[in-house]
């Protein structure tokens, strides 16, 4: 590795689900090797509380935040997108009826998250459920949205299967397993992958990046060194998340799968950039005065890449 400046680092991530690559990359002693030191590493459930620390210097990165960045780029903020490793979602519908698409919602009611909450957050989730339908020809006033909450929480979870079951609402659209649907006699319909920006997304501040030795292309070559690990490494990474498994009960869901999914260059889609952005419309419609790709800086990728580091990671 080049000699880098040693560097201590601290970072927020918006959800559990995001937990797997940072686990990776302390665990195998990644940071390590790039010379970056992990000083600490929470959750945050807000974005405005998330992006106030990045501005502040409290934190050098966020894990997330896919929404609320596009706007804070057209009011002057640092803000900036280095690396995307998960660029769609993949949701199932249950519903108490057979249901061969979601064009067959039409009329019916949707138990799902509040579209606001969070102390002044967009709730992601919900919005990707209402594109999902807007891109099966539905109006989001076709539907009866009943919300029951505004975090992916046990107790959420609980009240809307117990919703399904009593018939207070017709159908939801999941995220992550469906077992106990099945098992409880729900049908489950697979859709098909949505491009949406998601997951353990690389946001920082430029800022940030001016304040510590080449902290950019460093943390960009972190994630695609523990991509790699990850799959090429099966075992041990399966080891790792075990590991992770026991100390988060939050994160007990997730998936080896959930790593190799990630692409060995994580550049973002260009329809993800686009789903995202348009979500940010809902909630700020300003926002439309400004290019999303002006939140996204991936020369540091591009310049990895083009150096032929990843291929000769592959071998």
């Given amino acids: 590795m080049k000699d880098y400046e040693p560097v201590e680092i601290r970072g927020v991530f918006r959800s559990h689900s995001h937990l797997p690559i940072w686990e990776v990359l302390e665990k195998a002693g990644i940071w390590?090797?790039?010379?970056?030191?992990?000083?600490?590493?929470?959750?945050?459930?807000?974005?405005?509380?998330?992006?106030g620390a990045l501005f502040d210097g409290k934190i050098d990165?966020?894990?997330?935040?896919?929404?609320?960045?596009?706007?804070?780029?057209g009011k002057g903020k640092p803000i900036v997108c280095l690396a995307s490793p998960s660029n769609n979602v993949r949701d199932r519908l249950v519903s108490r009826a057979p249901t061969r698409s979601l064009a067959e919602l039409r009329g019916k009611k949707i138990a799902d998250l509040a579209l606001e909450g969070r102390v002044a957050g967009f709730n992601h989730l919900r919005g990707n459920h209402m594109l999902?339908?807007?891109?099966?020809?539905?109006?989001?006033?076709?539907?009866?949205?009943?919300?029951?909450?505004?975090?992916?929480?046990?107790?959420?979870?609980?009240?809307?299967f117990e919703m399904l079951q009593s018939g207070r609402a017709d159908a939801a659209l999941i995220t992550g397993a469906t077992r106990p649907y099945e098992e409880a006699g729900f049908h489950v319909l697979q859709l098909d992958p949505l491009p949406m920006i998601n997951g353990p997304t690389l946001t920082t501040s430029i800022t940030a990046l001016q304040r510590k030795d080449r902290l950019g292309e460093r943390m960009?070559?972190?994630?695609?060194?523990?991509?790699?690990?990850?799959?090429?490494r099966r075992e041990e990474t399966e080891?790792?998340?075990?590991?992770?498994?026991?100390?988060?009960?939050?994160?007990?869901?997730?998936r080896y799968e959930s790593l190799?999914?990630?692409?060995?260059?994580?550049?973002?889609?260009?329809?993800?950039?686009?789903?995202?952005?348009?979500?940010?419309?809902?909630?700020?419609?300003?926002?439309?005065?400004?290019?999303?790709?002006?939140?996204?800086?991936?020369?540091?990728?591009r310049d990895l890449d083009d150096s032929g580091f990843i291929e000769e990671l592959y071998g």
Wanted: include cysteine.
């Fill in 239 to 254: 080891r790792i998340l075990d590991g992770l498994r026991k100390r988060e009960p939050e994160a007990g869901a997730v």
């Fill in 132 to 160: 999902y339908l807007l891109r099966a020809g539905l109006k989001l006033d076709e539907v009866q949205w009943v919300e029951i909450g505004d975090d992916m929480s046990p107790a959420f979870r609980k009240t809307q």
């Fill in 220 to 232: 960009v070559k972190a994630v695609v060194m523990g991509i790699h690990f990850a799959r090429t």
């Fill in 260 to 301: 190799t999914r990630m692409p060995v260059k994580p550049y973002p889609a260009l329809e993800a950039v686009a789903n995202a952005y348009e979500l940010c419309l809902m909630k700020i419609p300003e926002a439309r005065e400004f290019s999303p790709l002006a939140l996204w800086d991936i020369h540091y990728l």
């Fill in 32 to 51: 390590e090797k790039l010379g970056i030191k992990m000083e600490g590493m929470e959750y945050c459930a807000s974005p405005p509380v998330a992006e």
């Fill in 61 to 73: 990165f966020i894990s997330g935040n896919h929404i609320t960045p596009y706007a804070l780029v």
